[in-house]
């Protein structure tokens, strides 16, 4: 059907959508796949503790260094070209993940070993050790680190780029909807990593079961690629490289030619004056306050810990592999549900309600897992504490109460607040760092969780984690200001007004 480039045309902007969603759909596995894996790759690499996070987040270092360069990228090459830039990253990673032995015949042998050198020497200077003499295992964390670059760069640009082609009465929305390919992504690797766990016995999943639980994000990775290649340039993008009509038609098929000249007003004005830079940055110190206080909190709560280790997590506390690996399969299933009641929830209630309330209930379902392991424990013959069966589900049902509040609150509105707080002509450079916040998050997280889980303890852990989620909470309430039904323009004069 022939569509005028002048009418108002919903699917088109679904199709716009749908190129950033995919790079959020990526996101979720690629990052979740090695909830299944880290415990085979330990076992197949024999790694220790240590070794064991560095093959878990490897890919976050990447994700982090993707983050930082992914503004200026943005800026300089447009929304669109840089998410078929991450498909491609996508696609590299899937294969080398799959099959790092075979990187030899592709030249990067040298590269995997001076990058296994690099983390040695840093590892030597942190005076402990978390990379490895095998070079295949140099060459699996080089493709995840190359992975992480994708995920990375995807994380700032799809979610800017919801924010600037979406119209503001249902931005929150479709900025959620970017929160829902990640959790759909995370869910649908919970079932596979399961589903392949049952092609074979426990030698074959040390052997071959991991690879195909990283090859198999080869599929999704092509996908973005081609959809990315047919989707139009961010309007805000457009009218920044002086592409008025350009941005003129675009917008028309957005929000209908009536709009056109009206936004393209509205972004010119926004971005007079000085252009962006690190020195404009500092004109808008709170907003950039803000996004990198809620990024830490939503990582230091613990969201990762499940969505990384649940199944050691769970097996540790008593659980069979096979009940760690369904537990995880239900948390992702109540991921994805309460991300869509957030995508309902969060252009009606407001971005403030639904964070500040999440981390108050998270704060909660931490604190009634604190006092399981406090209260509701059995002693193995080696002197392990471990909940009872009983006790297990009641975990089981704190973890589902955390993800179902995390879902609805820092899972989606995080993103939402980072896309939309900061002025166009800085966008790109504030949110990468509000983004690369997240990951660093992350990293250390995902980093030293194994030692954690090791040297401190479930309840420790948990009340860690209740404390942040506490935290959150209070500083949401008391500093975050609410942005629903605001264009970007209008939060912009907001700032102005307060600075």
């Not at 480039?5 to 996101?27: C, D, E, T, V």
Request: proline content about 3%; overall charge positive; glycine content about 12%.
């Amino acid at each position: 059907m022939t569509t005028h480039p002048n009418k108002h045309n919903p699917a088109y902007l679904i199709l716009l959508a749908l190129s950033a969603a995919l790079g959020g759909l990526l996101f979720g596995y690629d990052t979740a796949v090695v909830s299944g894996a880290e415990g085979l790759l330990q076992r197949h690499f024999r790694l220790d503790e240590l070794q064991t996070g560095w093959a878990a987040s490897c890919v976050l270092l990447g994700c982090l260094a993707g983050a930082l360069i992914a503004g200026p990228l943005a800026d300089w090459a447009g929304r669109k070209k840089i998410l078929f830039s991450c498909a491609a990253l996508f696609t590299l990673s899937a294969v080398g993940c799959a099959f790092p032995e075979k990187l030899n015949g592709l030249g990067l042998r040298v590269l995997a070993d001076a990058f296994g050198a690099v983390i040695a020497a840093v590892g030597n200077l942190l005076g402990t050790h978390f990379g490895s003499a095998d070079p295949v295992f140099n060459q699996y964390a080089l493709m995840r680190l190359i992975g992480g670059l994708g995920i990375g760069i995807s994380s700032m640009v799809a979610p800017t780029y919801l924010a600037e082609i979406a119209p503001e009465r249902i931005r929150g929305r479709l900025v959620a909807g970017y929160q829902m390919a990640i959790v759909t992504g995370i869910f649908a690797v919970f079932f596979v990593n399961r589903m392949i766990l049952s092609w074979g016995d426990a030698a074959w999943a040390v052997e071959t079961g991991w690879r195909w639980m990283f090859g198999l994000g080869l599929a999704p990775a092509v996908l973005l690629g081609a959809i990315a290649l047919i989707t139009a340039e961010s309007p805000r993008w457009l009218v920044m490289r002086g592409k008025d009509d350009a941005a003129r038609t675009v917008i028309s098929r957005i929000s209908g030619a009536d709009r056109a000249d009206s936004e393209i007003a509205e972004i010119r004005a926004s971005l007079g004056g000085e252009q962006g830079g690190f020195g404009e940055l500092l004109k808008f110190r709170f907003p950039l306050l803000i996004a990198v206080t809620l990024a830490l909190c939503s990582q230091f709560c613990g969201i990762n810990a499940i969505m990384y280790y649940g199944p050691r997590i769970f097996e540790d506390s008593g659980c069979t592999p096979e009940q760690a690996h369904l537990f995880q399969v239900i948390i992702g299933a109540v991921n994805v549900i309460f991300t869509v009641l957030a995508m309902g929830l969060v252009d009606k209630l407001g971005r403030k309600a639904l964070i500040g309330f999440g981390s108050l209930v998270q704060c909660l379902a931490q604190l009634f897992i604190v006092a399981l392991f406090l209260l509701v424990v059995t002693t193995t013959g080696d002197g392990k504490i471990q909940l009872s069966p009983v006790a297990l589900w009641g975990m089981l049902g704190g973890v589902l109460v955390f993800i179902a509040a995390f879902a609805v609150g820092n899972g989606a509105v995080c993103w939402i607040i980072i896309a939309e707080i900061f002025p166009n002509r800085i966008r790109g450079i504030a949110a990468a760092i509000g983004t690369a916040a997240i990951w660093s998050g992350c990293f250390i997280l995902s980093q030293l969780f194994p030692w954690m889980l090791a040297h401190l303890g479930p309840a420790a852990i948990f009340g860690i984690f209740a404390a942040v989620s506490l935290f959150g909470s209070l500083f949401v309430y008391r500093f975050v200001p609410e942005t629903k039904g605001r264009t970007l323009e209008e939060i912009e004069r907001q700032w102005q007004r307060k600075g």
